[in-house]
């Protein structure tokens, strides 16, 4: 059962009912609620929404950015990916709207010989193509790259701590959050300090969009054997155990401590999972209908990345969101999704025809002739959750052999989106609403 794309649609229920009428930073303005969260247990499938489509390939571009510690659009316009043009846009045209001369040689000439703006397609092209360019304005600041892979701790002078208004910076060091969590993963999972922070109050201004997810947090259990048991028959561990006496088949009952450990030590021994890992992170800002979708798949992506590097199986995902929020512009669409009650008329007709909605794919096995049974063949509202797409992660960038096994930063820069599969994706159309940047 897809559970989690009812669980938002209610999200986004509540909001239009209860939700209070609020302005924004945008001009916008937004319905907004807060302090909601949202589970999935990754068992019941990926967790990207089927009730419009998603595209997943641009969830994966964003985090492999995060994860390479990049703050650049570069990568992302690279890739076609263009998630963060606006936020890159919005901070040229602020500065070189300032009329200074130093912002003179960034913008167009004119046939004229007057000067303006770049266009939004013009940036981005130049961004692609013009290196200089691109660094000055691709840069997006501190944002989730280099807090999550290069937070800097300053180390002061102690003589000059005796002063004030007065601090020597003697030293630099960068702190890794992403490899330090996994190092803690893997000699200390029931740590309580499993933790990555993008919040870092000395930098947050710099930064041209300050996070909307503040930090994630990591939660580790010890499988029962029955769970490593039952882990055999997932593709990804298939043949990796020549079970030929049946040992692990049926139920064993009430069984020793010590077959308890036989069994135990047999599934070490091919390597199936100890643990199940959980993933909760924290949402200041929730942009509940362009953004909390892409927010969901994304740390879903990040668990199951994380999961495949400490050889751990990822369990449950748990998002909380502070202002919990739809832009008044987004309300129709929302509305959409939600969805609506057939009437009798037109499931009748879906029944005689056999074309129960665009981009539905649903063929059900219509009899002849009408009967009364018709409703069960058909959908009662319109968009119906469809089954939860899988995940397919190139897995020989965890192969016990590969030399950069404990090098996660190594590993996510030899990484291409193409190792990245999403398999039986079923979902309804995409449903078009603005970007408030």
């Not at 709207?97 to 000439?109: G, K, L």
Request: glycine content about 6%; hydrophobic content about 35%.
């Amino acid at each position: 059962m897809n559970k989690l794309d009812k669980d938002y649609k209610d999200l986004l229920q509540d909001i239009l009912d209860n939700g209070a009428k609020k302005g924004d930073r945008t001009g916008t303005g937004t319905l907004s609620v807060f302090g909601r969260t949202i589970r999935h247990k990754m068992s019941d499938g990926f967790p990207l929404l089927t009730t419009k489509k998603i595209p997943f390939r641009l969830i994966a571009v964003e985090l492999l950015w995060f994860l390479r510690g990049e703050t650049n659009i570069k990568f992302l316009v690279d890739n076609n990916c263009h998630i963060w043009d606006g936020d890159a846009y919005k901070n040229y045209t602020s500065k070189c709207s300032t009329n200074s001369s130093e912002w003179n040689e960034w913008m167009r000439v004119n046939e004229d010989n007057s000067l303006s703006m770049l266009t939004m397609g013009e940036f981005i092209d130049k961004t692609q193509t013009d290196g200089e360019f691109a660094e000055k304005w691709g840069d997006l600041g501190p944002i989730y790259g280099k807090q999550w892979r290069r937070w800097d701790k300053f180390i002061y002078d102690d003589y000059d701590r005796e002063f004030k208004d007065s601090f020597k910076i003697n030293d630099v060091k960068v702190i890794d959050q992403i490899q330090n969590l996994i190092n803690d993963l893997k000699t200390n999972p029931d740590s309580r300090r499993l933790k990555v922070t993008a919040w870092n109050p000395a930098e947050v201004d710099e930064a041209v969009l300050p996070p909307c997810h503040t930090d994630f947090q990591c939660y580790t259990r010890e499988l029962s054997w029955k769970e490593r048991r039952d882990l055999l028959t997932k593709e990804q561990y298939s043949g990796t155990v020549a079970d030929k006496n049946g040992l692990f088949q049926g139920d064993f009952g009430n069984i020793s401590p010590f077959t308890d450990k036989i069994i135990h030590y047999w599934l070490d021994c091919h390597n199936i999972p100890k643990r199940a890992i959980s993933l909760l992170w924290n949402q200041r800002s929730a942009d509940t209908f362009l953004g909390v979708p892409f927010n969901i798949a994304s740390y879903g992506l990040l668990l199951s990345i994380i999961a495949n590097e400490v050889n751990m199986v990822p369990d449950e995902l748990i998002g909380n969101f502070g202002d919990t929020h739809l832009y008044l512009n987004h309300l129709d669409a929302a509305r959409e999704q939600i969805g609506r009650d057939y009437t009798y008329k037109e499931r009748y007709d879906m029944w005689l025809s056999n074309n129960y909605e665009t981009g539905m794919e649903k063929n059900y096995e219509i009899e002849p002739n009408f009967d009364d049974n018709y409703y069960e063949k058909t959908p009662k509202r319109s968009r119906e959750p469809y089954k939860l797409p899988t995940l397919r992660i190139n897995s020989e960038f965890w192969n016990p052999e590969n030399v950069l096994r404990d090098n996660f930063g190594a590993i996510i820069k030899g990484m291409e989106i193409s190792d990245f599969q999403i398999e039986n994706y079923v979902s309804h159309p995409t449903i078009k609403a603005g970007l408030s940047n």
